[in-house]
């Protein structure tokens, strides 16, 4: 691809203003050198984004714009090299909002509901979500949490007994962090970044994390046919 | 069987399955050998007098349609579909194909199409679309999927479609790739299919939905999937549409089409 078009096509994304804010100036040239896909490939891809979504709202088309580490994870089929790998977390950590009155545990029955829910954010005329609930953190479409509910998924690891870490500064902070912006931790993980994109609020994050690290939460608790087996005299 | 029982099975089988989804994956086969076919099978038999009847501003059939292999072929077609049409210069999939024969033969609104394309069961709304397509890929029943991508377009749609694939965007991060490019993976219980090893699951669509009680299409499942990633109404028919059929179906090459099938 010829540097000028490069150039032109940054410039128009967001992209181009964090990579800049972030201090990783040397743009996404570089970046594609040796990447899955070649750069006319990569260039036919964002023209056929521009020309698939016309009956929607330019609002709406914003959410297809890639930030620089979406872009470089889509170019390297979420294998970056181990330098770009740096970079794409380092890119991440600064995104990092913290709250103004600290991280804390919140309510964990709250957190069990937004684990579950999978609601918001969705848009467009055929089936939009309405806003009417609170936007859920899906924890579940992923990983197992509560060892007594079997409806989980299997994309990212177990989480069940989550809270044997404790709660240590390190710890909370780690959890806050991860639920925020997982990408700060593991380059193009499967993970959405939640807070990133304020699909839950640091206060929502605060009942998730007690979900997951309270010592009363389900997620801490035996599987029941466990405790029963132990009941039993044999 | 008749219409009636079978309707009345499938009620059943709705609701079934909607008290044991959370225990257990419930399987389609076996209540599909409940069913001596897939109840798909009155969309490809509306979708048949649909095909063959006068309609649109044009008054004609869609019986001079080209569909790759000449005008009015319909069998064997969809085994080769997305492909390299020469008269609209364009890489077309069979819904894009079918209706780009309903504007240019019959005279009808593209706006119109686009808006009636999808069913809503829910709201009483049917789609023509569903029902021709369902009865024009089912004319390639038996045949395997064989997309060469000789044409520099297609090759170049493939490309594209796999790109697109991995293509992470939206206020989840997600690509086709996060849940799709590997084995064995679930949200919750639902099976994820591997885009990269899979020879069964693109050959069985359009398919019967029962907790939709409709016909859905490749199209549709490309809307349901980015409605889900959180992207805006990917457009019917849209080059990113057709691309990324063009990646999922070469990849599925070899694989027998066996439609309507019947899913959850």
Known sequence: ?234 | MNKLVKLVILGVLGSSLAISAQAEEPSVKDYRAMLEDSPGEFWVDDGKELFHAKAGPKNVSLEKCDLGKGPGVVEGVYAELPRYFKDTDQVMDLESRLMHCMITLQGKDKDTIIKNAFSNPKKGKDSEMEKIVAYVAAQSNGYKFNLTLSHPKEMASYKTGEALFWRRSGTMDFSCATCHAADGKRIRLQTLYNAYNDKTTIPSWPTYRVSKSTVRTMQNRMWDCHWQMRLPDVDFGSKATIDLITFMTKESNGGEIQVPSIKR
């Open chain 1, 1 to 234: 691809m010829k540097k000028s078009t490069v150039k032109t096509w940054l410039a128009s994304s967001t992209a181009a203003a964090m990579v800049m804010l972030s201090g990783i100036s040397s743009g996404y040239a570089t970046e594609i050198k040796g990447a899955a896909f070649d750069a006319e490939t990569l260039k036919s891809a964002e023209q056929t984004v521009n020309e698939s979504w016309t009956r929607s709202t330019p609002e709406e088309r914003k959410r297809l714009v890639q930030d620089y580490s979406n872009k470089v994870c889509s170019a390297y089929k979420d294998k970056p090299t181990p330098e770009l790998a740096a970079k794409i977390k380092q890119f991440n950590k600064e995104l990092i909002n913290y709250p103004q009155e600290g991280i804390k545990l919140g309510d964990w029955k709250n957190g069990a509901k937004l684990a579950r829910s999978g609601y918001g954010m969705r848009i467009g005329k055929i089936h939009p979500d309405t806003g009417k609930k609170p936007n859920g953190g899906n924890c579940y479409a992923c990983h197992a949490l509560d060892p007594n509910e079997p409806a989980a998924g299997n994309l990212g690891p177990k989480l069940t007994g989550y809270g044997a870490r404790g709660t240590s500064e390190p710890i909370m902070k780690y959890t806050y962090e991860k639920i925020y912006n997982a990408h700060a931790f593991y380059a193009c993980s499967g993970m959405p970044r939640f807070g990133v994109h304020n699909v839950l609020t640091s206060k929502q994050i605060a009942d998730i994390m007690a979900y997951l690290m309270d010592p009363k939460s389900p997620v801490n608790q035996k599987l029941k046919m466990m405790q029963n087996l132990n009941r039993n005299p044999y």
